[in-house]
């Protein structure tokens, strides 16, 4: 992995002691520096500032408090906006560990005094913050430790650089299914995060990562975090790129957040190791998605997020398509985004601290360009990649689709249901299909749309509330099956009624091809969680 940068202002990565952890994770608690903590001390205001990366606000509103004494307007100050704290604040805001204790651990350094007393300035050498969450398996509450970031460095990120929990992250931890497995591995794991996550439902989880910086900072969250995952639990970490760390072994479970982001190839161009993959284009992500299957064991689940190119004249989904044709995984591939290429050159020049008031901003925008132009790039997709490997017997299912919707809730829970509804039915025809026991979402509602004055509908729309917030259109043979499903019969009985309605209104012409319609129709719907599969009746 090749950088700009010729030399390193990051610190040495922290020292693991655990009796030093098991106090300092105490103190945090004690002082209440958890999301929900923080929620109590700033107002919404200054919480939005932070998220669109203006600090002043919140700076504004955390000084007066520390001075005060609250520890935890004191250690966000400290560790998340890069304000100094005295030895003396320190030792109040943390008691157990106290300012000796964070020095031995590495997270501060002293910073300007000739002696050292109770009114030494400190400053954090990381990042450290508050991560609360729920899964399937209850409360989480965590701290994690990753590099410092703009806000508190008021720099450009190093080439090194350990990025915490950011949008991108956050995305995975939501999509990934998570079911009880045996074992999962974390590809490109960062600061550790979807390591810990895994560790919740899987008992041995591989870590890896190119980057020893983040596998020692992996170790560190792990460390810090122990007490609160299984017993019984493993995460390992190993060095290496890509798939390598792990030849020759299977997952139940592959998450994995890889460096996707597309860089021009040229001579002085920057690199962030936690970002970009080093190859041209999108061709990491394809060489990754076109081996990962023979990592999977049987039934077993891929999650990972990508960007793909997108060629002048051709579909959005033509690259990924060309990645899997020889796959033996089943595949469902969502785009959530497009961006064109000036526009995906300033997010990520922005992403990496390098703004257009910088030198570099023009001189690397046009190799950004140029690079895209190169190979007639006309966008850039992004999107959600589930993998599945088929069990023996089982026939393979590929879908593509865009998806622009959002609706309440994670997707990880939807994505599970929809693999799983998607394997099944690729294993049926029409005839057993029809001796499903279907049920309708409880999330789903119908809308129909008349035209002023017309006794029918015009359109009508099954809606969902949650998952992806999708709209489908259904027309009247099928609205007239979806009503009476509710999980007590399967729908063969549905369609023998709806053909006798038919028969009874001399329209018996018209049955065939509305049942085709209808199972065309709630084959999608099964899909997508329109409709529940109630019983799973094996196929004839």
Known sequence: MSTAHTSSTLPPTPTIDPVLLARLRDDLASARYTADGIDEILSVPARAALERENPIPALRELGPLAESGIASATLMRLFTLGRTATRTELDRALPHVRTEGILALGLVREVGSEKSDDTSAFTATFDLRPYQATDDFGDILWWIVSDLGELATGRALEGEHVLGI???????????????????????????????????????????????????????????????????????????????????????????????????????????????????GDTLVASLLSEIDGYLAPGGIAAMLANWEITAGAEWDARPRTWLENSSASALIVQRDIEDPASYASTWLRDGGVTDRDERWAPMTHAWLDDFASRNVAGIGFGHVLLTKPRDGEKRFEHYAFIETTGSGPLGPRYAEMLRARAHLAQLDDAALGELVLARADDVIERRHYTPGDEDPMVIDLVQGGGFGRTLQIDTHTAAIVGPLTGEYPLSVFLTAYASLLEAADQAEHAEAARDAIMRTTRTLVEWGFLHIVEQPKAA
Request: charged share 20%.
């Open 166 to 280: 950011g949008g991108a992250t956050s995305t995975l931890i939501a999509i990934t299914p998570r079911a009880k497995v045996t074992r999962a591995l974390d590809l490109g794991t960062g600061c550790g995060i979807q390591a810990l996550h895994a560790a919740r439902h899987a008992t041995h989880v591989v870590a890896t990562d190119i980057s020893e910086r983040a596998l020692t900072l992996t170790e560190f969250n792990v460390a810090l975090n122990h007490d609160t995952l299984p017993a019984g639990h493993v995460i390992e970490t190993r060095k290496g790129s890509m798939l390598e760390p792990v030849s020759g072994e299977a997952f139940d479970l592959i998450v994995s957040n890889p460096p996707f982001v597309i860089t021009p190839r040229v001579a002085g161009a920057e690199t962030w190791t936690y970002r970009d993959g080093g190859a041209e």
